[in-house]
T-cell receptor, first 114, second 109 residues
Framework: IAGITQAPTSQILAAGRRMTLRCTQD?????MYWYRQDLGLGLRLIHY???????GKGEVPDGYSVSRANTDDFPLTLASAVPSQTSVYFC?????????????FGPGTRLTVL | GQNIDQPTEMTATEGAIVQINCTYQ??????LFWYQQHAGEAPTFLSY??LDGLEEKGRFSSFLSRSKGYSYLLLKELQMKDSASYLC??????????WGAGTKLIIKP
């Protein structure tokens, strides 16, 4: 069982380009999340999905979009990348969206926008 | 607003005990998580507290006081592999985790 996988591991992208970060989990978790992590700041929630077919906006959604066509996959798309989107992106999942539901994280994607 | 406060960095000696404090202000409260994150890796779950008191799990313990908006993580018998960042994350009324910037723990031999 792989848990959560993310691709690519790292990417250097020219500003203005479109980019999709992939996230797949095999734990049949209903809830999935996208975070970004920047030096000196806590993880910040970009978008989330409580169950397949639904998505919601987190703290920093601007410039990002997501889809949840099925339980396993939760891709994050940057429509037109900007340098401020340089960050480490983590995908996470939990069984449900509830008070005791632990979030499990993928290995992350390191994205640099030039 | 929502705010998490934890020390930026702490140093401790191998074999010793260290306490990492976290104070928080959130809109509602649905428990508090502690995660460990080694450099260049993903966060991994350590503990969850929803009621006041101490939860012990091996060398790690976590304490919560809801009335004070306060939690700490206690690490005993420190090992070099405990060198990592420790992230405090209370859950708000919308069941979203609010993450602190983390405490970088440096273990010296």
């Amino acid at each position: 069982i792989a848990g959560i996988t993310q691709a690519p591991t790292s990417q250097i992208l020219a500003a203005g380009r479109r980019m999709t970060l992939r996230c797949t989990q095999d734990m049949r978790h209903n809830a999935m999340y996208w975070y970004r992590q920047d030096l000196g700041l806590g993880l910040r929630l970009i978008h989330y999905s409580n169950t397949a077919g639904t998505t919601g906006k987190g703290e920093v959604p601007d410039g990002y979009s997501v889809s949840r066509a099925n339980t396993d996959d939760f891709p994050l798309t940057l429509a037109s990348a900007v340098p401020s989107q340089t960050s480490v992106y983590f995908c996470a999942s939990s069984e449900e969206t509830g008070s005791s539901d632990t979030q499990y994280f993928g290995p992350g994607t390191r994205l640099t926008v030039l | 607003g929502q705010n998490i406060d934890q020390p930026t960095e702490m140093t401790a000696t191998e074999g010793a005990i260290v306490q990492i404090n976290c104070t928080y202000q959130t809109s509602g409260f649905n428990g508090l998580f502690w995660y460990q994150q080694h450099a260049g890796e993903a966060p991994t779950f350590l503990s969850y507290n929803v009621l006041d008191g101490l939860e012990e799990k091996g060398r790690f313990s976590s304490f919560l006081s809801r009335s004070k908006g306060y939690s700490y993580l206690l690490l005993k018998e420190l090992q070099m592999k405990d060198s990592a960042s420790y992230l405090c994350a209370p859950m708000d009324s919308n069941y979203q985790l609010i993450w602190g910037a983390g405490t970088k723990l440096i273990i010296k031999p």
